[in-house]
């Protein structure tokens, strides 16, 4: 596939249209999207007339530095008229009234957005298997999943539906499905870019980056992304450096290589082709540094502990009041007439303890209100989400704070010193990016447990708030992708780009 600065040029030498490039996309969606499932809306007629705007732009030297991207945009980022449904039935009809700051930015920069994406339900999965629009397939064989939560923006660029794509990462959902589907995912350090206009998941980890083709095309999407927003007071006001010049950077890299991230479960295959990739950079000149990354063992723990408490409050306002579904009221009060009913005649031939319990069920029933809500949630939210919930409001309740909150934000603290201890020494942290490669749809979903180990390379970036990126590798025996993953200490999203550069130039050649 081309990239982006490519059909730049050919655009401005009348070698192709902006129109001919969307019409392609649209077309190779028609053709394959019945089957990947990547894609759950593509708005043609707008997107063909904005792209006649910005070919008039590029006619005339006028246009933005994102002229020619067309781009697809996970369905957890608002954009104004659209739907925006989180792949929830909560929110199946829900359409945004405003943009997400990075819209607004690409948008200024005449980037074009063709469409939304398919993912797991409120960003709360590793497959794309939990939403309302069915599983997305992997363009590389579509008996097996594409990762998640981002996976239909993975995959959409993997099929080449779209030049790049929008995901959101809160505990390795832009690498992961990027490692899955063999194309680039950048995750940026938290506060990097707005998180404005994003559906939150858990707010402390959430984080806006690109899917791509090219490494270059991802270092200059975030160009655009990356930036202080007073929309959003946990965004960073720091200059935004030229990622995609750090690219031309030659300086040889140090790169640290943790044992935690190369040990027991992790496919015997992957880790061959990883310490061959590592193999092939220390030959041109890069340094390996052997690192330890102590406290990466509780990862997995940790996140679904804290991740989990912030998606039970933020969840919260679902109610069918606020926003979201709404049961049907008339049933809801028919429901709760017909258990009255039944109760009072139980309580007429009841006596002793029998009739002291349903009198005090009685006094205790729900009001239509508090069923009103319960009954709207509960056909709203699929299971992953429910679980999600229950676990979260669990270790948030009285008596289990201090035992599973409060430890885990310990727990986090340690994770994010030992980064720090790490990059003292190293330029970025090298790992797998997933322990397998993607793996059949269905096969996992009785197991959550199985599922969340997905994440265990990915998570721990989430939790430190720093930066990480998955590259193609290489392909498994099996015909399936493999990815390895650069991680890089907060705000130095140069180093991680510098090094999966410089693995795709080994690919290359």
Do not use: W
């Amino acid at each position: 596939m081309k990239n982006l600065l490519t059909t730049q040029d050919e655009l401005s030498a009348g070698k192709t249209t902006l129109q001919d490039i969307v019409d392609q996309y649209i077309e190779q969606i028609e053709d394959s999207n019945g089957t990947v499932n990547a894609i759950v809306s593509v708005d043609k007629e707008n997107a063909r007339a904005r792209a006649a705007s910005i070919q008039k732009k590029i006619d005339h030297g006028r246009a933005g530095k994102l002229a020619g991207s067309v781009i697809a945009v996970k369905d957890v980022i608002c954009e104004m008229g659209k739907q925006t449904t989180c792949a929830s039935n909560i929110l199946r009809n829900f359409e945004s009234v405003y943009n997400a700051t990075v819209i607004e930015k690409l948008a200024a920069e005449d980037a074009l957005f063709l469409g939304r994406t398919n993912m797991d339900e409120f960003a709360m999965g590793s497959s794309t298997e939990n939403t309302i629009f069915g599983p997305a397939r992997n363009p590389h064989n579509t008996e097996y999943v594409t990762g998640g939560s981002s996976g239909g923006s993975a995959a959409a660029v993997a099929a080449n539906m779209c030049g790049m794509s929008l995901g959101s990462d809160t505990g390795g959902s832009i690498r992961q499905p990027a490692s899955y589907c063999g194309v680039v995912g950048l995750k940026p350090t938290y506060g990097r870019v707005s998180r404005y206009g994003l559906v939150a998941f858990a707010s402390s980890f959430d984080c806006i980056g690109p899917f791509a083709h090219s490494v270059s095309d991802a270092a200059i999407l975030l160009e655009h992304l990356a930036g202080v927003d007073p929309m959003d007071q946990s965004s960073a006001d720091r200059p935004v450096e030229e990622y995609s010049s750090a690219l031309q950077n030659r300086e040889k890299l140090t790169i640290g290589v943790p044992d935690e991230f190369f040990g027991d479960g992790l496919d015997p295959e992957i880790r061959t082709i990883i310490k061959d990739q590592l193999s092939d950079l220390e030959t041109e000149g890069h340094q390996l540094v052997p690192i330890h990354l102590p406290h990466s063992e509780f990862a997995v723990a940790t996140y679904y502990i804290l991740a989990t408490a912030e998606a039970s409050s933020n969840l919260a306002r679902y109610d069918g009041i606020r926003y979201g579904h709404r049961a049907d009221f008339d049933s809801v009060e028919e429901e709760l007439k017909k258990e009255q009913i039944a109760l009072e005649k139980r309580l007429e031939v009841a006596a002793g303890k029998e009739h002291e319990e349903l009198v005090e069920k009685i006094s205790k029933a729900d009001s239509p209100l508090i069923r009103l809500y319960k009954k709207s949630r509960t056909e709203g939210f699929g299971t992953e989400v429910k679980r999600r919930i229950l676990l979260g409001t669990y270790v948030l309740s009285a008596g289990y704070y201090d035992a599973y909150y409060g430890k885990a934000q310990r727990v986090r603290r340690l994770i994010k010193q030992d980064f720090e201890e790490a990059f003292q020494d190293v330029d970025v942290i090298v790992s797998p990016t997933a322990p397998t490669t993607a793996f059949k749809l269905g096969e996992n979903q009785d197991d959550p447990l199985k599922m969340y180990l997905n994440d265990i390379y990915t998570i721990s970036a989430n939790l430190a708030g720093i930066c990480g990126i998955s590259v193609p590798a290489g392909t498994h025996s099996n015909g399936l992708p493999v990815g390895i993953q650069f991680l890089g200490n907060a705000f130095e999203e140069k180093n991680i780009v510098r090094a999966a550069h410089a693995i795709e130039q080994l690919h290359n050649r």
